[in-house]
């Protein structure tokens, strides 16, 4: 099954939003496979952000990641990475539409409290980063059938 990277970034979790927003990704039938609170040094922000290296911003990114905890979390399901984007919104929160959780709840690109894959590839790479198998579980969880049926 689809698993993607989600991290509730330090502002999110220094907001007090957590329960706010495990809560949806829980309530529409995604399965909760690993969650750890860590502060991630600064190497390790750089590591998961490489991708936007040449920005401008990059340098305040990986400072703001690895300001204080994170919600690291793995979360399964059928369409998960694409579905959790649209859960998110748009990565400027005064473009995300109201019902998401950038358009509830942030308001400027730099404080948008969380982070999710972008692709299978990068969901591959960073839960990777952040995890180790052994951190991953693999139990079955009784909700499963009712949220996709036996056949
Ligand atoms: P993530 O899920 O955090 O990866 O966001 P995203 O995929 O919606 O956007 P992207 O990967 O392009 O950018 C990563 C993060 O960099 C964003 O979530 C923002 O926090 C930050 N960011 C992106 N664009 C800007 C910008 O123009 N200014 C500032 N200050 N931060 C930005
Ligand atoms: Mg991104």
Redo the contacts with the bound molecule.
């Keep these: 099954m689809e698993r993607t990277f989600i991290?509730i970034?330090p502002d999110g979790v220094q907001r007090g939003l957590i329960s706010e927003i495990v809560a949806r990704f829980e309530r529409k039938g995604f399965k909760l496979v690993a969650i750890k609170l860590v502060v991630p040094s600064k190497d390790f922000a750089q590591k998961h952000?490489h991708?936007?290296k040449e920005?401008?911003?990059f340098n305040?990114?990986c400072d703001?990641l690895s300001s204080g905890p994170v919600l690291a979390m793995v979360w399964e399901g059928e369409g998960v990475i694409k579905y959790g984007?649209k859960l998110?919104g748009?990565?400027?929160p005064q473009k995300s539409e109201p019902g998401t959780i950038r358009g509830d709840l942030a308001v400027?690109?730099?404080?948008?409290i969380?982070?999710?894959?972008?692709g299978p590839e990068t969901a591959k790479d960073e839960i990777k980063l952040w995890f180790k198998p052994e951190e991953l579980n693999t139990c079955t969880i009784n909700s499963e059938k009712w949220v996709y049926g036996a056949n």
Excluded at 108 to 112: D, H, I, Q, T
């Design positions: 991290a970034k952000y991708d936007l920005r401008p911003f305040g990114l703001f984007r998110i748009a990565t400027d400027v690109v730099g404080r948008n969380i982070h999710g894959s972008d």
